[in-house]
């Protein structure tokens, strides 16, 4: 009797949970089945099944007569964007981490206070102000302008994180290179990066996620066609009121989240665990 | 001899903190501080896409005042605000609970868990993309498909009902980052204590108001504090979703200062937004700081 009475609330449990999740499987069913499809019955039942959606990958799109630039371009530029991102984040961020974990200077409090305090500022209401400073650096229209602003919002963030690693290994395992004849530097190389790994890797692929998909920066700093991202891209052809093609944009948008996809699959667990430590998006 | 010893003395002091802070600094002084100053003192110029600098005293801020869509777009910028919140912290609070109280196998609620993470790890122009879809005003919209079964005819909900299109997609975007913080709090509450209070024949709702409740308390606070932080100066997803429109409808505070500056190219008015924005933003994290100090801010999911 009370054994029936617990597992009730338990059936009602999955109900619950079965129905407000349904509609977000349902949303990236909806990309899949309609990319494939010619059209679809409903807008939800996919009809006649087609690749006509995906010719993008081989000829340029064109609307209203003038062609979009190449998707290879946009595929480009986005690797670009977010591999450099990346791999500043994770240089600077282990520099300043490691500094911030363990090395003695003055205004050490002040810095770590700093970096803290920068996580809760509200970077996008200074958007006008970067505009004016990558004008004045000549980076305006550059995606290696962008790079940097993009790195600088998130490096207090990535900085942290990274400190916390440090954090967590054991200062004997330092003493014990140094004793043995090593210097900082390369006890840091030898010793202490190689335990901090899984950590690194996984703020690699949460900067590198954070890269590709950006929106914002790029589409106010990016004016220029070669330079056009795949956050762009997409948006160039959701805002054309004379042709909202869903299958062509709904391919377009699996197309972009592959990797987002991948990653997500492959390593949702630690980016859970980021993803506690508080991340604001930028 | 003796001063080369000093110099690799003063080397050894200063030269390896100075090495690997030097990027670090110079990237937050140029677009943390220098950006902060900069608006500071924009926002008492009336620069235009000239880019000259031509100081106007305080009539930035008596335009404001008598902005005729400055009440409308506060307005907003509180509905947006409120209620955003008001489904990050219930529905995450609510899918926190159902994945790790009521169901107790870890596989379901993690897999439930994933699945609500991805509106947040999609890039925002796909998420808003599906979306836009849902509320396609055509015959092919999903909203209307389903009004058509129901002999209704198609509707425009998103040139109608703006605020709540804008209020659901970023709220189901917030639900998970609610969810993920609740629900390490609820699983770090003590497993004899659930024991306990069954053995004690407690009923679901005693043990959720007297035991889970009190433990995501801390969390409850953190997590309001921080998205109205985060929703006072985000707007990535509205400008996607419907530009602040239709007219100023879905117009909050933050993008009408990217719109005037970006758009109207009235780059010191947009400034003076902007610092408004900012000093809130700053009244809100000072609170957030006192509530929290410095090292709960990041151990946010702990017990108290």
């Known amino acids: 009797m009370s054994t029936q009475k617990r597992r009730l609330p338990s059936i009602a449990a999955y109900g619950v949970l079965g129905i407000v999740t349904l509609p977000i499987i349902l949303m990236y069913i909806w990309l899949l089945l309609n990319s494939f499809a010619q059209k679809m019955k409903y807008g939800v039942i996919p009809v006649e099944f087609t690749l006509e959606n995906w010719k993008f990958i081989w000829s340029d799109v064109v609307i209203n007569g003038s062609a979009l630039p190449s998707i290879w371009t946009a595929t480009f530029n986005s690797l670009l964007f977010a591999g450099t991102l990346t791999v500043l984040e994770v240089v600077i961020g282990i520099m300043a981490g490691y500094a911030l974990s363990r090395l003695n200077f003055p205004g050490r409090q002040g810095l770590l206070k700093t970096t803290m305090m920068l996580h809760a500022f509200p970077s996008v209401a200074l958007l006008i102000a970067v505009y004016y400073i990558l004008n004045f650096l000549g980076l305006f229209d550059s995606l290696s302008g962008v790079i940097l602003v993009k790195t600088a919002l998130q490096i207090p963030m990535t900085a942290w994180i990274i400190k916390g690693f440090f954090d967590d290994v054991s200062w004997d395992v330092e003493w014990a290179g140094l004793i043995d004849g090593c210097n900082r530097f390369k006890v840091w190389y030898t010793i202490v990066i190689p335990l901090i790994k899984p950590g690194i890797a996984a703020v690699s692929i949460f900067s590198f996620l ?58 949702q667990q630690s980016l859970m665990q980021i993803s506690t430590g508080g991340g604001k998006r930028v | 001899m003796e001063k080369s010893n000093r110099m690799t003395m003063i080397l050894r002091r200063w030269g390896l903190p100075s090495v690997m802070l030097g990027p670090f600094v110079l990237l937050i002084s140029i677009f943390f501080f220098l950006p902060v100053v900069l608006i500071t003192i924009l926002a008492f110029t009336n620069m235009d896409s000239a880019m000259r600098w031509n100081y106007n005293g305080l009539s930035n801020f008596k335009k404001m005042l008598s902005d005729p869509h400055i009440f409308e777009i506060i307005n907003n910028t509180v509905i947006y605000v409120f209620f955003t919140l008001l489904i990050n912290v219930f529905l995450g609070l609510a899918l926190a609970l159902l994945t790790t109280y009521f169901i107790k196998k870890e596989t379901v609620g993690l897999a439930v868990r994933t699945i609500w993470m991805l509106p947040r790890i999609s890039p925002p122009v796909v998420y808003v993309l599906i979306w836009l879809w849902f509320f396609d005003p055509s015959e092919y919209g999903v909203l209307n498909s389903l009004r058509s079964l129901f002999d209704l005819p198609p509707g425009k909900f998103l040139a109608e009902n703006p605020m709540t299109a804008v209020i659901l997609a970023n ?82 505070l933050a993008l009408y200062s990217y719109h005037t500056a970006f758009q109207n190219f009235e780059y010191g008015y947009g400034s003076a937004v902007a610092l408004v924005l900012v000093l809130v933003a700053l009244l809100f994290s000072f609170i957030f700081w ?12 702990r017990i108290e």
């Open chain 2, 290 to 301: 006192k509530v929290f100090g410095m090292s709960k801010m990041i151990k946010a999911s």
């Open chain 2, 171 to 252: 709220g189901l975007i917030g639900a998970s980052y609610g969810m993920i913080i609740f629900s390490s709090a609820i699983k770090s509450i003590p497993g004899d204590l659930f024991m306990a209070a069954r053995v004690d024949g407690a009923s679901h709702r005693s043990i959720i108001a007297d035991l889970i409740i009190p433990a995501v308390r801390w969390p409850l606070m953190f997590v309001t504090l921080w998205q109205i932080m985060s929703l006072l100066t985000s707007y990535e997803y509205i400008l996607l979703l419907t530009k602040g429109g239709p007219l100023f409808e879905t117009e909050v």
């Open chain 1, 210 to 267: 954070s890269g590709w998909s950006e929106f914002l920066l790029l589409y106010t700093f990016i004016l220029s066609d070669e330079n056009i991202t795949l956050a762009a891209y997409l948006q160039k052809l959701m805002s054309n009121p004379n042709m909202i093609d869903y299958g062509l944009l709904s391919a377009v948008s699996l197309f972009y989240m592959v990797p987002v996809l991948l990653f997500f699959v492959l390593t």
